[in-house]
């Protein structure tokens, strides 16, 4: 197909708005503030003075969970009745047994805060399943 240009003139400004509107989306752009909540927050832990509980969850599992923090980031971490598949990771050595099937998990690099250790546990779950 062949095309010849006769002569040149500007679109309507009806058709540039339109065009304009398509380009850009629907109106004037917003911005959102995202709700900054604590990842312990974000997955149903609850906090009580120094002491929080909830679980370590998963796509493979979820476990019982307290963490205790005695300041600064001096924090102990516990996991309640570790699995099979837990006791035989790597990891395992890093399991103090406390009482009645609760175990402390030790970590070789402090975590920063409660949120970056319950993620820690978490990913150490993912491990000894995947």
Not at 45 to 52: D, H, I, K, M, V
Not at 67 to 80: R, T
Request: glycine share 8%.
């Amino acid at each position: 197909m062949r095309v010849k240009i006769t002569g040149e003139r500007s679109a309507p400004d009806s058709l540039r708005e339109l065009i304009s509107r398509m380009a850009r989306g629907r109106g004037p752009s917003v911005t959102v503030q995202r709700q900054e909540l604590p990842y312990w927050q974000e997955r149903g832990w609850t906090r009580n003075a120094n002491a929080y509980t909830g679980r370590y969850q998963t796509q493979y599992a979820s476990f019982l969970g307290e963490v205790v923090q005695h300041g600064g980031n001096h924090i102990e971490f516990f996991l309640y009745r570790p699995s099979e598949q837990i006791q035989n990771h790597s990891h395992w050595a890093c399991f103090q047994h406390q009482r009645d099937g609760w175990y402390r998990v030790h970590m070789g690099r402090r975590p920063a805060d409660v949120s970056s250790g319950i993620l820690t546990i978490e990913r150490l779950i993912t491990e000894a399943y995947a």
